[in-house]
């Protein structure tokens, strides 16, 4: 009988104590999940030396016609007109893209990675962070 009680003794203080509290699984911190892939348009700055180019380019070519006084508001002309579209083509070079990659991190925050390429990644995808590149997370 004694026995019987000890073996229920023990079974009532299993029963009541805590479960063992279990250590949460290990978080990534450099892991996560695309949520949306952006392309971004990157307008292009001039730095002048379009409107130089464009210029001394109008102005020669604008000297080609007219004569007397004309032919000087025409080189005028010129120079203005070929700054303002070399000033423009130099924009329009100087100009890109590139994709904004928003990853859902393992603690619920949300990071934007930069890519120059059209990424290969699409909502849904495990990835991890490393020096700021994109990997699959394995």
């Known amino acids: 009988m004694k026995r019987t009680i000890g073996w229920g003794c023990a079974l009532l203080a299993l029963a009541a104590a805590?479960?063992?509290?279990?250590?949460?699984?290990?978080?990534?911190?450099?892991?996560?999940?695309?949520?949306?892939?952006?392309?971004?348009?990157?307008?292009g700055e001039g730095t002048g030396v379009g409107a130089v180019v464009g210029g001394v380019t109008g102005a020669v070519i604008g000297r080609q016609f007219g004569s007397g006084s004309g032919r000087?508001?025409?080189t005028i002309a010129g120079a203005a007109g070929g700054a303002v579209a070399g000033h423009q083509v130099e924009k329009h070079l100087r100009s890109g893209k590139r994709w904004d990659v928003h990853v859902r991190m393992a603690d619920g925050?949300?990071?934007i990675?930069?890519?120059?390429?059209?990424?290969?990644?699409?909502?849904?995808?495990?990835?991890?962070?490393v020096d700021g590149k994109l990997e699959p997370d394995r």
Do not use: N
Not at 113 to 127: I, L, M, N, Y
């Open 18 to 43: 805590p479960a063992a509290a279990q250590a949460p699984a290990p978080v990534c911190p450099d892991c996560g999940v695309v949520q949306e892939v952006r392309e971004v348009e990157i307008k």
């Open 72 to 74: 000087d508001i025409m």
């Open 113 to 129: 990675v930069a890519e120059d390429r059209t990424p290969s990644w699409r909502p849904g995808d495990r990835v991890r962070i």
């Open 109 to 111: 925050t949300t990071r």
